[in-house]
C-alpha cells in the first residue's frame, strides 16, 4: 500500500508534479489490489463485514465509538454499513480534494445533509441566522421545522449588505446565536452573500469560552469549480450531490465537508439517524466525479451564451446572470472577489406574469420542464409556483421570485438548439 503498484491509492504526486482534482478523480483512495485487481471500485453491497478476530472487532468499535484515540496511520476498520462503507470511505475522500477539506461525510439525500449538519450543532434556545432566498427545503426547515425543537430562526436577504448586518444583530439579540447557515449564489435570485464578511462576524461573536457560531455554507449552485467557500472562512460546507456533483439526474445524495474536529459529532449524528448514502448511489457518485470538470465547464459556457441570448430578447425583461452585475457594484465586486465562475444556473423574467411564464414552459421541447438542477439536460421551473411555493406571497415579492420569473438550468446540450428552443418558446409569450 502506497507504492508504485497502487496508482492512485494514496498519491498526490509523480515525481514533484502535484496531481490536481480531475486526475486525482480518477483513482484516489482505492486500491486495485484489495479487489481482484478491478480498474473501478465495486459496489459493496453488504450490511455488515467480518471481522479478522475479536481483537480487530473491539478495536474498530473503539474507534467507532471514539472510545479511544487513533493510532499513528490506523485506520478505521469496516464494522456496518450505516457506519462506514469502502464505496462511501472512497467517495468522502475524493470529494475533500475538490474543496480541500480535511474530512467529510456523504448522506442520502442534501437535505439529510443539511438537517443532519444543523441537528448536530443546534440545541433548544439557539438561534440560525439563514440567508434568502434558498432552496425550499431549507428554507422550510428554519421556518417550521427546527422551531419544533425550540431552535429560533433570523432571516437575511441575499445581496445586501445591510441585511446580513441587521440579521447577524438580530440573531444575537434573539439568544444563543449558534449557526450561520449561507446559500450563495441564491436560489433562484442568484443574489450574493458576503462568506468572508459572515466569517468576521461569526468571530465577533465568540464568547468568554471561546465557542463563536458556526458558518455552514451550501455550495451546490456553484460547486467546487466556481466557488471555494472554505477560502473565504467558512467552517462547514454542504452540497446536494444530486446536483452538479451527480450531474446525470439519476441520484439523490448529499455531502458535508469540513475540518475532523467539526466532522466528527455530525458523524455520530448520521450514525444514530441512519442519514447516511447507500453503496449504489455511492457508486454512481464516483462515478460521476470523473466527469465533474468538463461538464461543469461545458455547461458553464453554454449557459453565457444561453444568457447573452435572453439578455437581449424583447420579451425577456431581467436576466438574473452573475457576469452582467455591474463590476463598479458592490454585487459585481463580491462576484470578482468569491466567485471562480458564473455556474450554469440562472434566473429570468418575462414580460407579464404567472400566465406569460407558463406559456413559455409549455412550449420547450429541448428544455425539459422540471425541477432539480446541475444536469446534463438542460431544466427549467418556475420557483413561485414550484420549488418556492411554499415561501408566503408577500415574502416571495420582497425576495424577487416574482410570478414572472423562470429558472433555467443549462445542460450539455449544443447551446444553439437550447437557444432554438427558447426562441420558438418565447414566441408564445
Same mark, same amino acid.
Given at each position: ?40 471500485? %465495486? ?61 467529510? !461525510? ?17 440545541? /433548544?434556545?439557539? *438561534? ?18 427546527? %422551531? ?39 436560489? %433562484?435570485?442568484?443574489?450574493? *452573500? ?32 466556481? @466557488? ?16 452538479? *456533483? ?19 459529532? *455530525? ?39 444561453? #444568457? ?13 446572470? !452573475? %457576469? ?11 462576484? @470578482? ?19 406569460? #411564464? ?33 415561501? /408566503? ?28 428552443? !427558447? ?7
Amino acid at each position: 500500500m502506497g507504492d508504485d503498484t497502487a496508482v492512485g491509492y494514496r498519491h498526490r504526486k509523480v515525481g514533484a508534479q502535484e496531481l490536481n482534482p480531475e486526475t486525482l478523480m480518477m483513482g484516489f483512495g482505492y486500491d486495485p489490489r484489495l479487489s481482484e485487481g478491478a480498474l473501478k471500485c %465495486p459496489i459493496f453491497h453488504t450490511s455488515t463485514f467480518v471481522f479478522e478476530s475479536a481483537e480487530a472487532g473491539k478495536a474498530y468499535f473503539e474507534l467507532a465509538y471514539g472510545l479511544r484515540e487513533r493510532q499513528p496511520s490506523e485506520e478505521a476498520g469496516l464494522i456496518y454499513s450505516r457506519l462506514n462503507n469502502p464505496d462511501l470511505q472512497v467517495l468522502e475522500e475524493r470529494l475533500c480534494i475538490w474543496d480541500r477539506a480535511e474530512s467529510g !461525510l456523504v448522506f442520502s439525500s442534501g437535505m439529510s445533509a443539511i438537517t443532519t449538519t444543523l441537528l448536530s450543532y443546534l440545541r /433548544p434556545g439557539d *438561534v440560525v441566522l439563514h440567508s434568502s432566498p434558498g432552496y425550499g427545503g431549507t428554507d422550510y426547515l428554519p421556518h417550521h421545522g427546527l %422551531p419544533e425543537f425550540g431552535i429560533t430562526r433570523a432571516g437575511s436577504r441575499a445581496g445586501h449588505s445591510a441585511a446580513l448586518e441587521q440579521g447577524f444583530a438580530a440573531a444575537r439579540a434573539a439568544g444563543r446565536l449558534r449557526v450561520i447557515c449561507l446559500e450563495p449564489p441564491a436560489n %433562484p435570485t442568484n443574489a450574493l *452573500v458576503d462568506i468572508a464578511r459572515c466569517a468576521e462576524l461569526a468571530r465577533s461573536a465568540t464568547d468568554a469560552t471561546g465557542e463563536r457560531p458556526l458558518v455552514v455554507v451550501d455550495n451546490t449552485f456553484l460547486g467546487p469549480l466556481w @466557488q471555494r467557500p472554505f477560502e473565504h472562512g467558512a467552517d462547514l460546507v454542504l452540497y446536494s450531490l444530486t446536483k452538479y *456533483v451527480g450531474g446525470h439526474s439519476d441520484l439523490i445524495a448529499g455531502a458535508c465537508l469540513g475540518p475532523e474536529s467539526l466532522i466528527a459529532p *455530525v458523524r455520530t449524528t448520521r450514525t444514530i439517524f441512519g442519514t447516511m448514502c447507500d453503496p449504489m448511489t455511492g457508486w454512481l457518485v464516483l462515478r460521476s466525479l470523473e466527469t465533474l470538470k468538463l461538464r461543469m465547464t461545458s455547461s458553464l459556457k453554454n449557459a453565457r451564451y444561453v #444568457a447573452e441570448y435572453l439578455r437581449t430578447h424583447p420579451k425577456v425583461r431581467t436576466v438574473h446572470y !452573475l %457576469p452582467f452585475l455591474p463590476p463598479d457594484s458592490p454585487d459585481g465586486a463580491l462576484y @470578482q472577489k468569491q466567485c471562480l465562475g458564473a455556474g450554469s444556473t440562472f434566473s429570468f423574467e418575462v414580460q407579464g406574469g404567472e400566465a406569460e #411564464a407558463f406559456r413559455l414552459l409549455n412550449a420547450l421541447q429541448v428544455v425539459k420542464l422540471a425541477v432539480s438542477l446541475g444536469g446534463t439536460e438542460s431544466l427549467a421551473e418556475h420557483p413561485a409556483s414550484m420549488t418556492h411555493s411554499d415561501v /408566503p406571497p408577500e415574502e416571495r415579492a420582497e425576495l424577487g421570485v416574482s410570478a414572472a420569473l423562470v429558472r433555467i438550468s443549462v445542460g450539455i446540450e449544443n447551446p444553439d438548439d437550447v437557444i432554438a428552443d !427558447l426562441a420558438q418558446a418565447l414566441e408564445q409569450v
